[in-house]
């Protein structure tokens, strides 16, 4: 039986926005676009999700404005995906996720290293390089290959 999608009954902003991004696929998604997947085949190739799971999640984020299309061609018209503010402000809960992810499911090391950006620092878990000690946002970063990948 499929758990339902909605959690109207509870007063919970948690509940809420797991209506939202509360789903794999979709958190997969936001991740694709933080490591700058722009475009629909782009995302299929990286995830190995099948199109029409792929066109609902890139829809509801749409629909949700945590993402935009933008069109990049007319002839064929076709679009890229690309994060909205609403979607940048996801960046923290993403990297939380990772970081605890490596903590607890990584046991060869992390599979990525959230490092910064012309510095030899990584992400600390208050968002700061751990070298330079320089605050750090999603434009700061790059993924880099870690011990487990």
């Not at 999608?5 to 998604?29: K, P």
Request: proline content about 7%; some cysteine.
């Amino acid at each position: 039986m499929a758990l339902p999608r909605t959690y109207e009954s509870q007063n919970c902003s948690i509940a809420r926005a797991l209506e939202i991004v509360g789903d794999r696929w979709t958190l997969l998604v936001i991740r694709s676009a933080f490591e700058g997947v722009r475009r629909f085949d782009d995302f299929q190739d990286a995830l190995g999700v099948a199109r029409n799971v792929l066109t609902d999640r890139l829809t509801r984020l749409c629909d949700e404005g945590i993402m935009r299309r933008v069109p990049y061609q007319e002839r064929p018209e076709r679009h890229e995906y690309r994060l909205t503010r609403k979607g940048v402000e996801l960046w923290p809960a993403m990297m939380t996720l990772l970081m605890w992810g490596d903590r607890h499911y990584a046991p060869d090391g992390p599979p990525v290293i959230v490092g910064h950006r012309g510095c030899d620092g990584t992400l600390t878990s208050r968002f700061t390089c751990d070298s330079c000690g320089a605050a750090l946002g999603p434009g700061d970063v790059d993924p880099r290959p870690g011990p487990g990948a």
